[in-house]
């Protein structure tokens, strides 16, 4: 697995297209996945275990909403933290992770 991150319109997809091509499958807006699963109220610590296992050979981008103001709405701050446990548990389990900021990617791992 290969874990792209960074903010919000900072190049993270064209970034995985332009390296990737169609070689490999690219799951994009897994922050957006992880509010799916605070507002259902499922188990996203599961959730994530089983993705991880699903999804060994993808690249897999998310958003960093780790940055800027804690917001004031409860769901948006569960929404926040478990989006930082999983990506922490998504660079855990990747053979390389990338940091893009400004359309330049880093690699950390």
Do not use: H
């Not at 499958?25 to 799916?36: G, P, Q, S």
């Not at 109220?41 to 690249?59: K, L, P, S, T």
């Not at 940055?67 to 660079?91: H, I, M, N, T």
């Amino acid at each position: 697995m290969i874990l792209v991150f960074g903010g919000a319109y900072q190049g993270k997809l064209a970034y995985a297209k332009g390296r990737f091509l169609n070689d490999v499958k690219i799951v994009n807006d897994f922050d957006k996945w992880i509010l799916e699963l605070v507002q259902t109220g499922q188990d996203v610590d599961e959730a994530v275990r089983g993705f991880i296992a699903d999804n060994a050979d993808a690249v897999v981008i998310c958003n960093d909403i780790s940055c800027g103001v804690v917001p004031a709405d409860a769901v948006q701050r569960k929404w926040r933290e478990a989006v930082g446990r999983a990506a922490g548990a998504l660079a855990g389990a990747s053979d390389e992770v990338v940091r893009l900021f400004c359309g330049i990617p880093t690699r950390i791992k």
